[in-house]
């Protein structure tokens, strides 16, 4: 593990958003890239189990992060928009960042949402399928639509966070 000013060192040119800065500095990620990797690997624990509460993960871009980041919601620019419950929602989202899995939008990012299990399963009854051992639900236009239920429930008694992010190395 790297101090905080190691890793800034470290990973001078390698696209480290502000956010993720912010982050590693106050302790809520921590670095756990291994020695050679070709990339760096920031990570947080998941949230705890709250009753009545359910955890779902979603992988995203740099732009989408930001939104969530700077607006507490989801933005309704993603047609399908799929959250994945559980701790195998959070392993099935880290397969877009580590390359077992591969979408268009080039992930980032892997977000944690906490939100009421009523909601979850409001959607889940509105659109879901499995997804390698998870459950995922779309939020998006072209899939549940359920995406204003869920940013009300987000902003009404959610909460987020990153809970890993991938870095590209500097370019040479």
Avoid at 6 to 34: F, I, N, P, Q, W
Avoid at 91 to 108: H, M, Q
Avoid at 119 to 142: R, T, Y
């Amino acid at each position: 593990s790297y101090s905080f000013c190691t890793l800034l060192e470290m990973v001078k040119g390698a696209r480290l958003s502000a956010y993720d800065k912010e982050l590693l500095k106050k302790g809520c990620l921590k670095d756990v890239t291994h020695k050679g990797g070709s990339s760096y690997w920031l990570e947080a624990e998941s949230s705890e189990d709250k009753e009545g509460m359910t955890r779902v993960y979603r992988p995203m871009g740099d732009n989408e992060a930001e939104f969530v980041i700077a607006n507490g919601q989801l933005p309704d620019t993603q047609p399908y928009q799929a959250i994945i419950e559980g701790d195998g929602g959070r392993i099935y989202a880290e397969k877009y960042l580590n390359g077992k899995k591969w979408v268009d939008s080039s992930p980032t990012t892997v977000m944690e949402f906490v939100v009421p299990s009523l909601v979850i399963a409001q959607l889940m009854a509105i659109q879901c399928k499995p997804e390698d051992g998870a459950m995922s639900m779309g939020l998006g236009n072209k899939a549940g639509k359920g995406l204003p239920i869920f940013n009300k429930a987000l902003q009404d008694a959610g909460s987020w966070k990153v809970v890993k992010v991938k870095r590209s190395p500097p370019k040479s």
